[in-house]
């Protein structure tokens, strides 16, 4: 039988991310295939519940997503799975529309989901009685199957929680996760630090995955929401001919790909050829670019110093290479990165410097129009507003007089004053993350216009390696 449960909170930063990381690790442990998903638009936390299940998370997004595109990714995604746990965004009544139209108990509602509410216990006693009572019955439609109370204090704080529950409510304690210095993830500015960038990932997932096997009830979650349908097989791959490669820079600094999107790339015909812009001293022989977002702020010491890396991508995209870059990826092809008082060269085919701030300088979502310069938007995304999403803390300056965009923002902030998408030859990078939806079907005219421009060069000179001084000496020799 197939279970499923909703994991959301009182408010964000209530530890439900940790707590979600460990109860997918811990269902794995036990023997459950689990299908992890995330509410909204987000990167990081769903990179960290892939690594804990061993599937792809999913993102289910009402600003990108219609309510059918929702529920139908939803069964698509648990093909061979036996629990389904979702993780919400901030609040569980908490949403942009002030009807909750969108909100986690708006998606609850939809999946028809019971959900654990994580509380963060911090400094509470007596008064989670009164808030976990108001969130029963804020909206009685929404099954609140039981807590997790979250950042205990200890056995004698624990004691108090559930005794103060078990008399005021009927909402049962399905666990309690003490505080712990060993359970927590390190944060920086846009949420915790991405899995693949900590060496101690694995180890701190395996933790998690045994401190809620421990404290909480996770056989019980397991049983919630059964539907007493068996788990669907995973139909056989089928083959289908991919004649284009794109190249997608994967590592410590470029890590924001949704999964949907590299299955749709591939879907319309590419091959995904993953490089290391921090190691890799070349690029790889491909047919176009894909550069995400990510952290390269934090790896920019790392990435000025791969000078052979930036010399191949400044030359493939000046000699035509299509490419498309988001956020990390716009920064990293600008002139330099200064960030905490350093300013480090990058890739500099891009007429503009990037400045890191201290506070947000676009966050949340977006809406764009395309322009007539959007070089492969043409039949595609120029039929309406393209929903979207940014979330940046640098900001470009010194632009270009004569730069081109490829996007009126008519929601967000995008790059200068209401645009987004600098285009230079066959190059479109902005700061705006699209997600292959419905709405927004941005991957197959990509990989067209990828085609088409193969179809016209016959020996690209970004194939060939990039030879530095000292190699070009030694070969003369």
Known sequence: MTARVYLSAAHKSSGKTTVSIGLARALKDLGHVVQTYKKGPDYIDPLWLTAASGRACQNLDYHTMDAGEIGALYERAAIGADCRLIEGNKGLYDGVALDGSNSNAALVAQLATPVVLVIDCRGVSRGVAPLVIGYRHFDPSIAIAGVVLNRVGGARHEGKLRAVLQEYTDVPVLGAVHESADLAITERHLGLV?????????????????????????????????????????????????????????????????????EALEAAGAELVFFDTLNDTRLPEVDGLFLGGGFPETEADLLAANTAMRAAIRAAIEDGLPTYAECGGLMYLTRGLSYEGRTH?????????????????????????????????????????????????????????????????????????????????????????????????????????????????????????????????????
């Open 345 to 477: 060269p990058m890739v500099g085919v891009i007429a503009a410097d990037t400045v890191m701030e201290a506070k947000p300088a676009g966050h949340g979502y977006v809406r764009l129009a395309a322009t007539a310069h959007h070089p492969w938007a043409r039949g595609a995304l120029d039929h309406g507003p393209l929903p979207a999403h940014e979330f940046h803390y640098s900001h470009l300056v010194n632009i270009a007089q004569d730069t081109t965009y490829a996007y009126e923002v008519t929601r967000g902030t995008g790059i200068s004053k209401g645009r987004d998408g600098i285009v230079y030859k066959n190059l479109l990078a902005g700061y705006a993350h699209l997600r292959d939806v419905a709405s927004c079907p941005w991957t197959a005219p990509f990989v067209g216009f990828v085609r088409a421009a193969r179809a016209r060069r016959l020996s690209p000179a970004w194939a060939r390696p990039v030879q530095t001084g000292e190699a070009r000496h030694a070969q003369a020799l």
């Open 194 to 262: 991405p899995s693949g960038e900590w060496e101690g990932a694995e180890a701190l997932i395996a933790r998690l995955g045994r401190a809620v096997a421990a404290q909480v009830d996770v056989e019980a979650i397991a049983r919630l929401g059964e539907d007493g349908r068996p788990p669907q097989s995973v139909p056989a791959a089928r083959a289908g001919g991919r004649d284009v490669r794109i190249g997608i820079a994967r590592d410590r600094a470029f890590s924001f790909y949704y999964p949907g999107d590299l």
